[in-house]
Each structure stands twice: as structure tokens, then as C-alpha cells.
């Protein structure tokens, strides 16, 4: 779900330090979803990608995303949430500073992201880094999948000088 009005400015940003910023749409968690990831990382662990293995050895009863692949849906859930300022020209991954795995997405799982703005720092004319909270919640579950404090650089568009 994205934000009833975008945020335009950076200033507007930084007046919602330690507020939640967002909170994102539900997203499914298939086995396509999960192969994919697999393929692209190398990661084919049985636990992941074997249904039929899982269903009788895994103590869920059914494969799990990868944790990794969980992490990585940060970057599009935010984007998606709108709380990025309109006047950002680009936005860049900067870091993690806590990451901890809280539960196994299973299969068929829908999860979505909250978002806390945790600060805001200059670190230059029209450059910011942002450091916020993230949880991935699993639809249903008591516990979160994730919570990942994640650090993002973002540069202001410049304006155009007139003449």
C-alpha cells in the first residue's frame, strides 16, 4: 500500500524520523519464485527446492525461501511503498547493520514490509543516508520472516540553473 500522498522533499523526509514510512502490499512466496532464486545464486539446497523432500524431511513439511531471497525483496518493496522523495535522482544500497532471520517463509506464504525510518544523516550537498527498519512480516504468523536495519544512500536531483 502505498502512501496516500508521495513525499516530495527531503525535508519532508527527515520530519518523519522514527515514524513508520510504509507498509507494503502482500507479495506470494511460490516454489517459481524460489527456483528462481535458487538458479540465480547457486543456491539449490533440497530444503528450498526439492517439494517432494521437504514434505518428508523438513520439520516445516514443505520448502522455505531462502533467507537471502527474503532480504532481497527490500529493495523492491520500498520502492513500491512510494516513500522515497520525488526529488531523488538516485538511490543506492549503502549497507546492512543488523539482520535477523526470525522465521522460515514457507512455500505459498504471503509477506509484506514495514518500515520505521530510523535517522537521517547529510553526508553532503544533496546527499543522504537513510537508515530504517525493515520487517518482513509473513501473513498469519506471529513472528516476523526478517528485521533488517538497512542503510541507503540517496542523492537529490539537482535543479537546473535558470538563466
Given amino acids: ?13 527527515r520530519c518523519k524520523i ?7 502490499e502482500w507479495v506470494t512466496i ?26 518428508r524431511q523438513s520439520p516445516f513439511r514443505t520448502t522455505i525461501a531462502h533467507g537471502f531471497l527474503t532480504l532481497s525483496l527490500i529493495g523492491a518493496l520500498i520502492q513500491e511503498m512510494g516513500v522515497v522523495p ?3 535522482q538516485a538511490a543506492f544500497n549503502y549497507g546492512l547493520d543488523r539482520v ?11 509477506v509484506r514490509m514495514r518500515t520505521v525510518l530510523m535517522s537521517m544523516e ?16 509473513i501473513e498469519g ?6 528485521v533488517a536495519e538497512t542503510l541507503v544512500m540517496l542523492y537529490e536531483r539537482r535543479k537546473k540553473a535558470t538563466a
Fill in 18 to 24: 522514527g515514524q513508520e514510512i510504509g507498509v507494503s
Fill in 30 to 55: 511460490d516454489q517459481s519464485r524460489i527456483d528462481g532464486f535458487a538458479e540465480c545464486t547457486g543456491d539449490h539446497q533440497w530444503i528450498h527446492v526439492d517439494p517432494e523432500r521437504a514434505r
Fill in 141 to 146: 504468523e506471529a513472528k516476523p520472516a526478517l
Fill in 100 to 110: 535477523r532471520f526470525v522465521s522460515p517463509v514457507k512455500v505459498g506464504s504471503q
Fill in 122 to 137: 547529510d553526508k553532503g550537498p544533496g546527499q543522504y543516508l537513510l537508515k530504517a527498519e525493515n520487517t518482513i512480516e
Fill in 86 to 88: 520525488v526529488s531523488t
Fill in 1 to 13: 500500500m502505498s502512501l496516500a500522498e508521495p513525499i516530495e522533499t527531503f525535508e519532508e523526509l
